[in-house]
């Protein structure tokens, strides 16, 4: 599997960062002023956007062996992993599967999945009839439709430039990366990582909004389930906390990514459990 990637920044820490749905590794570009002095940031397109491809077969778990390879290949040291609601679930996949290559852990608006075969078949079901609705409709009407899902509320307030840019990159997808994603990298197609959170010994940030109470009460569920994890829930945020909040979400994630690490965790966050 051929991953698109960019590498930017000129500080002496690496962040991986991985997007979500619809996106691209150019959604992480809106943060470049942050980061930029701060970080070495390499930002990928996940398989089905961008310039990943996503070939019959490949399925979730050999997008997560392709992150994985990409790691190993570009010589990275345990990088911090940080992915956003897609990417989070990849990034987790990642991070369970390969804990050697990780250094942290952030998952914005992230889930491990979903707990029953009875509601990985339900969704299975749904993502397939929206798959079926993308080859048919095509791309912009899906965009419209995907854009008045109240889980982006958040992002009709912000500037129009910045609409415009989310609405841009959304458009720039091809109707078949959108479909096969939805049936290859869906939260139905990957096996629930609740079992796996006890034993991942990986340092982890979970990141909220506040009015995104959906994946606030998941946050809340993983946050009793991983042994090294703290969380910031971001006051009048939804979703999007990157583009929502992207100077407190900068800020926050600078401060994890500098934090010491002992085993017995040092790190003060909002919320934890050791």
Sequence with gaps: MKLGYDVWGEGPRTLVAL?????????????????????RVVAVDLPGHGESELAAGDGFLGAVEAIASLLQTLRLERPTLLGYSLGARVALAVASAHPERVGKLILESGSPGLDSAWERQSRRNDDEALAREIESGGVAAFVD???????????????????????????????????????????????????????????????????????????????????????RRFPGAGHTLHLEAAEAYAAEVLSFVAAPWQEEGNFEGEERTA
């Design 19 to 39: 997007h979500g749905f619809t996106g691209s590794r150019e959604v992480w570009r809106t943060l470049e002023s942050h980061w930029g002095s701060a970080l």
């Design 145 to 231: 439709r995907w854009e008045r899902n109240k889980l982006f509320a958040g992002v009709e307030a912000l500037p129009e430039a910045t609409r415009a840019a989310v609405r841009a990159r959304r458009l720039a997808c091809s109707a078949a990366g959108l479909a096969d994603s939805l049936r290859t990298m869906g939260v139905a197609a990957q096996p629930s990582f609740w079992p796996v959170l006890p034993r991942l010994r990986v340092p982890t940030l979970l990141l909220t909004g506040d009015a995104d109470v959906k994946f606030t009460a998941i946050s809340r569920r993983m946050l009793g389930a991983l042994p090294s994890c703290w969380s």
